[in-house]
């Protein structure tokens, strides 16, 4: 694939600790590795703060004026009381895409239980498709390698770049 034909990706962390410096992110790099070995072009890397106002824009931004193909956060999905990455993927959300969701949460709770723990979701804003995943590596790479397989073809869809599903 030619760099210009590549999906335009961005990779957004969600940390109090990262943005503050005290904990090394590990899963926005990780994230960036695998999306490039897979083809897709990162063009974005950011880490921001559990703050929901924050990350509304950020997606926006991405979103709207960036023109992203796909966006994936890490961390936020849990149940912290300053977990707050798929409110703010809701929010901006024009459509859910349910389905990516669940099979990160069913690949995941092959491996542990806790799974289920993860509130993640997937959705569309115009042409971009937000993926909100987990914030450990561990589970960033079980999530993504569980629906990267399909994602090329559902960007396709979306952004215009194939016809229809129908075989």
């Known amino acids: ?26 899963s926005g790099p990780l994230l960036c590795g695998m999306l ?7 063009r974005k890397t950011l880490l921001l703060p559990d703050e929901q ?4 824009k950020c997606l926006c931004q991405l979103c709207d004026d960036d023109r992203m193909d796909i966006v994936f956060t890490t961390g936020g999905t849990g149940l912290s009381p300053r977990d707050c990455t798929p409110e703010a993927a809701l929010a901006v959300a024009d459509k859910n895409v349910p389905g990516i969701a669940e ?6 709770l092959k491996v542990t239980p806790r799974a289920m723990l993860s509130r993640g979701v997937s959705v569309i804003r115009g042409q971009t498709l ?3 995943l987990p914030g450990s590596p ?3 790479k079980e999530n993504l390698e569980a629906v990267l397989p399909s994602l090329g073809h559902g960007l ?4 215009g770049r194939a016809g229809e599903c129908a075989r």
């Not at 396709?156 to 952004?159: R, V």
Request: a negative charge; glycine letters at 6%.
């Open 1 to 26: 694939m030619m760099k210009d034909d590549r999906w335009k990706a961005a990779v957004v962390t969600l940390s109090d600790k990262g943005y503050a410096g005290e904990r090394e992110d590990k």
């Open 36 to 42: 490039e070995e897979a083809g897709y072009d990162v």
């Open 53 to 56: 106002n924050e990350i509304e």
């Open 103 to 108: 099979a990160m949460r069913l690949a995941s």
């Open 130 to 132: 937000i993926i909100t």
């Open 138 to 140: 561990k589970a960033v």
């Open 156 to 159: 396709a869809i979306l952004t």
